[in-house]
């Protein structure tokens, strides 16, 4: 009995060594989710990417064998800045008074082709491009918005743009997006990647006719990436 044991034990011991002799190929997986702390800074008449935000990013990419893919992209970006006056600034008699001073909780989801400059198994450097829709809100430091534009000096609101500047809190948005990815073995990556959003407007800091900058604000942020494999590909037989 006890020789019956020792012999099945033995062959349990010789099989599992041989499993673990053999090369196993993992199979390539067909999507990516990305989560993406990052930082962010921005620019436009209240600053010149000189102040550091922060935010994150969800992405789900696909990962088909060729040059180039898909992604699709969510971004909470909180985007903040402020301008200092001198002392020998005089503030305007009447409204409207523009404002040094704005944040905003900011959202972008967009839809960007990947092109892979570098496309090995472990290391992707690649560039991409996308288009979007962004949304903003830009505040004041009471986190009331400037959007309305109101005037009612009795409960401390003052016009901060011309009466003919309306704008929307949508606009559209053209990401563009490089980065570069490391993977283990295990299909679980990490990597760095840098993205201007480019949004199609001037009133992000809610200055336009006021401003000195020419063209519209943007906002760049240095993203921290984490891959996860989501659906893995079939093995060849």
Same mark, same amino acid.
């Given at each position: 009995?006890?020789?019956?044991?020792?012999?099945?034990?033995?062959?349990?011991?010789?099989?599992?060594?041989?499993?673990?002799?053999?090369?196993?190929?993992?199979?390539?997986?067909?999507?990516?989710?990305?989560?993406?702390?990052?930082?962010?800074?921005?620019?436009?008449?209240?600053?010149?990417?000189?102040?550091?935000?922060?935010?994150?990013?969800?992405?789900?990419?696909?990962?088909?064998?060729?040059?180039?893919?898909?992604?699709?992209?969510?971004?909470?970006?909180?985007?903040?800045?402020?301008?200092?006056?001198?002392?020998?600034?005089?503030?305007?008699?009447?409204?409207?008074?523009?404002?040094?001073?704005?944040?905003?909780?900011?959202?972008?989801?967009?839809?960007? *082709?990947?092109?892979? #400059?570098?496309?090995?198994?472990?290391? %992707?450097? +690649?560039?991409?491009?996308?288009?979007?829709? =962004?949304? /903003?809100?830009?505040?004041?430091?009471?986190?009331?918005?400037?959007?309305?534009?109101?005037?009612?000096?009795?409960?401390?609101?003052?016009?901060?743009?011309?009466?003919?500047?309306?704008?929307?809190?949508?606009?559209?948005?053209?990401?563009?997006?490089?980065?570069?990815?490391?993977?283990?073995?295990?299909?679980?990556?990490?990597?760095?990647?840098?993205?201007?959003?480019?949004?199609?407007?001037? *009133?992000?800091?809610? #200055?336009?006719?006021?401003?000195?900058? %020419?063209? +519209?604000?943007?906002?760049?942020?240095?993203? =921290?990436? /984490?891959?996860?494999?989501?659906?893995?590909?079939?093995?060849?037989?």
């Amino acid at each position: 009995m006890i020789k019956k044991i020792y012999n099945k034990v033995l062959l349990l011991v010789l099989l599992t060594c041989s499993c673990f002799g053999q090369d196993f190929e993992i199979p390539t997986p067909k999507k990516y989710l990305e989560i993406s702390p990052l930082i962010n800074s921005y620019r436009g008449d209240l600053g010149s990417f000189n102040q550091i935000n922060g935010g994150i990013n969800l992405a789900f990419i696909y990962n088909k064998p060729r040059r180039g893919n898909l992604r699709l992209d969510f971004t909470y970006l909180y985007v903040q800045a402020s301008r200092l006056r001198g002392k020998d600034y005089v503030p305007p008699i009447q409204e409207p008074i523009p404002n040094n001073y704005f944040q905003s909780q900011t959202l972008n989801f967009s839809l960007s *082709y990947m092109f892979y #400059i570098i496309n090995k198994k472990n290391i %992707k450097l +690649y560039l991409a491009q996308g288009l979007g829709v =962004f949304y /903003f809100d830009p505040l004041d430091e009471n986190g009331e918005s400037y959007f309305e534009n109101i005037s009612d000096n009795s409960r401390g609101y003052y016009q901060t743009r011309n009466e003919s500047e309306t704008y929307s809190k949508f606009t559209l948005s053209l990401p563009t997006r490089f980065g570069l990815m490391y993977y283990f073995p295990t299909n679980f990556g990490i990597g760095l990647s840098g993205t201007f959003y480019n949004p199609f407007t001037d *009133y992000l800091d809610n #200055i336009s006719d006021f401003g000195t900058v %020419k063209g +519209y604000d943007n906002v760049f942020s240095l993203n =921290f990436n /984490f891959h996860i494999p989501l659906q893995y590909q079939k093995l060849k037989k």
